[in-house]
């Protein structure tokens, strides 16, 4: 099979990947969207709750860990390779807009604390990235054949 018949069939099925910068940045925008929905849901529910003010930083910090690490996970699966490299491209990127936002928002607490915070994404970040170009092998077990019951 050709090449441009292999692109021509990936292109129908829509397994066509995308090119370094592309994939990053989509997974970005996926990842953010998916952080604004999940950030919106929670408010509900905090809001409902009691005293949800109290759990306001720590399901914050739990979704941008959970966001570092399936955002890494995305960028991972679109590079198709280096899923180290596209998992620290994508992490620089999201903490970057999370610096923005913080800057724009006003951020409090020691800058220690927020140093390791964001060496914590990032890591995250990288290790989705390397989870995302991880495929499982499709090697059959060489042991002895089944016997099928007569």
Do not use: W
Not at 1 to 17: W, Y
Not at 90 to 108: E, P, R
């Amino acid at each position: 099979m050709t090449a441009q018949k292999k692109d021509a069939q990936r292109a129908k099925i829509g397994t066509r990947r995308a090119g370094f910068a592309g994939g990053i940045l989509s997974s970005l925008l996926l990842t953010l969207l998916l952080g604004a929905a999940l950030t919106l849901l929670f408010a509900f529910i905090l809001s409902r709750a009691e005293d949800g003010t109290a759990y306001v930083r720590t399901v914050g910090c739990a979704i941008s860990a959970l966001l570092a690490f399936v955002g890494g996970l995305i960028a991972g699966g679109r590079c198709g390779h280096s899923g180290i490299l596209s998992g620290l491209a994508f992490g620089a990127l999201y903490l970057g807009v999370l610096l923005l936002l913080g800057g724009l928002l006003g951020t409090t607490g020691s800058l220690l604390r927020r140093l390791i915070g964001y060496a914590v994404l990032l890591l995250l970040a990288v290790l989705g990235g390397a989870a995302g170009t991880a495929r499982p092998s499709r090697r059959r077990h060489r042991g002895r054949p089944h016997r099928v019951a007569r």
